[in-house]
T-cell receptor, first 115, second 111 residues
Framework: DTAVSQTPKYLVTQMGNDKSIKCEQN?????MYWYKQDSKKFLKIMFS???????INETVPNRFSPKSPDKAHLNLHINSLELGDSAVYFC??????????????FGAGSRLTVL | GQQLNQSPQSMFIQEGEDVSMNCTSS?????WLWYKQDPGEGPVLLIA?????ELTSNGRLTAQFGITRKDSFLNISASIPSDVGIYFC???????????FGKGMKLTVNP
C-alpha cells in the first residue's frame, strides 16, 4: 500500500496552460505539504495544511493554489504555467505538531516540464 | 528564511569505505532528521533525532544531534553500491511547523 501517492508522476505541458497535481495519503496524518525541488535538488516548502486549514504559505506566486477537500487529500493547481515552474513537486504528510514527531513521509514526486 | 549548511556537497567513495556528512546552522533546532533520496523517488527518512547529544544508529548508519543543537552529523559505515543517492539533513525549530532542508549531499559508491 502506498502511503503518500501523487499523480501524475510526469507532466509535460506548454507555457500558459493550467495543470493540477493530486495527492492522497492513507496514513491518517493531520498535516500535508507541498515541496518544490529544483534542478539543483534543493527542497523548498510551498504550502502546508493541517486538517484542511492552510498553516504555511511561503512566498509562492498566487498562480499556485492548493486545495484540501479533506485531511487525506491536498491537490495543487497551477495557472498560467511558466518555464520556471519546471521542477519536481513532492507531496508529504506528517502526524502534526501535536503528535510530537512531525516527521514527514514523502510521495514519489511529480516531475513537471513546461515547454 | 532559515538555512542549513550541509557538507560536503558530493562524495565519491569506494565500496567498503566509511563516509561522514554534517549539517550546521546559526540557529538552534529541536529536531534533526536525515533523509535519503533515490533517483526518481521521494526522500525517505533514515534517522530522527530529538534530544541534544542523542546518538542513534540504524544498521550501518549513525547520526548525532549536536550538543549545541546547531549541528548534526551522519555516518555510513562499510558503504555498499545501494547507498548511492542524495542525503538530506532537515531541521525543525521550536514552535515551527516548517521543516527546513539542507541542500543535500550526492553520494557515489564505486563497486
Amino acid at each position: 500500500d502506498t502511503a503518500v501517492s501523487q499523480t501524475p508522476k510526469y507532466l509535460v505541458t506548454q507555457m500558459g496552460n493550467d495543470k493540477s497535481i493530486k495527492c492522497e495519503q492513507n496514513l491518517g496524518h493531520d498535516t500535508m505539504y507541498w515541496y518544490k525541488q529544483d534542478s539543483k535538488k534543493f527542497l523548498k516548502i510551498m504550502f502546508s495544511y493541517n486538517n484542511k486549514e492552510l498553516i504555511i504559505n511561503e512566498t509562492v506566486p498566487n498562480r499556485f493554489s492548493p486545495k484540501s477537500p479533506d485531511k487525506a487529500h491536498l491537490n495543487l493547481h497551477i495557472n498560467s504555467l511558466e518555464l520556471g515552474d519546471s521542477a519536481v513537486y513532492f507531496c508529504a504528510s506528517s502526524g502534526g505538531w501535536d503528535s510530537g514527531a512531525n516527521v514527514l513521509t514523502f510521495g514519489a514526486g511529480s516531475r513537471l516540464t513546461v515547454l | 528564511g532559515q538555512q542549513l549548511n550541509q557538507s560536503p556537497q558530493s562524495m565519491f567513495i569506494q565500496e567498503g569505505e566509511d563516509v561522514s556528512m554534517n549539517c550546521t546552522s546559526s540557529s538552534i533546532f529541536n529536531t534533526w532528521l536525515w533523509y535519503k533520496q533515490d533517483p526518481g523517488e521521494g526522500p525517505v527518512l533514515l534517522i530522527a533525532l530529538y534530544k541534544a547529544g542523542e546518538l542513534t544508529s540504524n544498521g550501518r548508519l549513525t547520526a548525532q544531534f549536536g550538543i549545541t543543537r546547531k549541528d548534526s552529523f551522519l555516518n555510513i559505515s562499510a558503504s555498499i553500491p545501494s547507498d548511492v543517492g542524495i542525503y538530506f539533513c532537515a531541521g525543525l525549530q521550536g514552535g515551527s511547523e516548517k521543516l527546513v532542508f539542507g541542500k543535500g549531499m550526492k553520494l557515489t559508491v564505486n563497486p
